[in-house]
Every structure is written in C-alpha cells, then in structure tokens.
C-alpha cells in the first residue's frame, strides 16, 4: 500500500524487500532491494540532509549469500 501512495518512498520497497527475504523468496527480494537503493540515491542526491539506509547493502548481500 506504501508503495502505491508513493512509488519514490525507498524505505517501502526496502521493508518489502526483508519481507521476500523471510518467505526465501530471494530473487524477488533483491529486486526490491535494488529498487530501494535506486531511490534512495535519487532522494540522496535532491537532499544532503538524507541518510543512507544501510540495511539496503546488508539485504543484498544476505540474498546472495542464501543464493551462494
């Protein structure tokens, strides 16, 4: 539902991402996990201010790894 509110909200598509990754469904969750981190660099870049999540890199990394 976030996502459908706005689709630029990088932490939605990171939590749905954790949420694939629960279920095993790894390929579907890195595909969030890229989405996020797409995001969030565009909101990193319209403001100094923002915060890199770095859970983003760390779900990326636990998929590939559950992946081998």
């Known amino acids: 539902m976030a996502i459908k ?3 630029d909200l990088s932490e ?3 939590r749905r991402g954790l ?3 629960h279920l095993k469904r ?3 969750s890195i595909e969030d996990f890229v989405l996020a981190k797409i995001k969030e ?3 990193m870049d319209e ?3 923002y915060e890199a ?3 983003i890199q760390d779900g990326l990394g636990c ?3 559950a992946l081998k």
Do not use: Q, T
């Open 5 to 7: 509110l706005d689709e």
């Open 12 to 14: 939605a598509y990171f």
């Open 19 to 21: 949420s694939k990754y």
């Open 26 to 28: 790894y390929h579907d």
């Open 41 to 43: 660099d565009i909101l």
């Open 47 to 49: 403001d100094s201010n």
């Open 53 to 55: 999540n770095p859970g």
């Open 63 to 65: 998929c590939y790894h």
